[in-house]
Every structure is written in C-alpha cells, then in structure tokens.
C-alpha cells in the first residue's frame, strides 16, 4: 500500500461570483486509480455537505516514502511546461489577484 495526495477541484456557487477550490487529501491505496476512487468518493460528500459542485476532475501523486508520511513530506507535486517568464506564469496560475488566501 502506497501513499497518495490526490487533488480535486470543486465550483463553489454560493454568494457573489464564483469561487473554485483545489483540494489536496491524502489516501493510502494499493494504486492510482484506487486512491483516485477513494478521493473521489470523499470528494462527493464534501460537495454535497458544503453545498458545492464537485467537477469530476482528481490528480494523483503517489508520496515517494514507504511509511507514514511525516512533517515536511511532500504529498501532491505538478509539473506544467510553459513558455511564461516567472512572473507572468505566477500570475497567471496562482496570483490573479482573485485567490482567498490568508496573508503572509
């Protein structure tokens, strides 16, 4: 059994304009597929119980240590090929300037 980060993304509706969430939960599982199952089952509830959609989109990230995962270890990783300088490709993904997010 291996251990998983799996990330989904939800459309959250409710208020003014729309929010979307990228969700990160953990899964021991003998495979891919099978943590990706596990999130997705989760993932369902969390929609339902937060009154959010659920997009049908999950990514999995098998956690390259063979015990319990630990302080510091990495458990979702992505990497995305582009053309961007790193400025534009940080604003363009993860500093629209439209995130919630606590200040640091």
């Not at 961007?84 to 500093?95: I, K, M």
Request: aromatic residues 14%.
């Amino acid at each position: 059994m291996n251990w998983y980060g799996v990330r989904c993304v939800f459309r959250w509706t409710a208020g003014a304009g729309r929010s979307y969430e990228e969700r990160v939960t953990l899964w021991q599982a003998p495979s891919a597929e099978d943590a990706i199952a596990l999130a997705e089952a989760e993932a369902e509830t969390y929609a339902a119980e937060n009154g959010v959609e659920y997009l049908g989109f999950a990514q999995s990230y098998r956690l390259a240590s063979h015990g319990t995962p630990g302080a510091g270890t990495e458990v979702f990783s992505l990497l995305r090929d582009s053309r961007l300088e790193p400025d534009a490709y940080l604003d363009a993904y993860f500093d629209t300037g439209c995130e919630r997010q606590q200040p640091h």
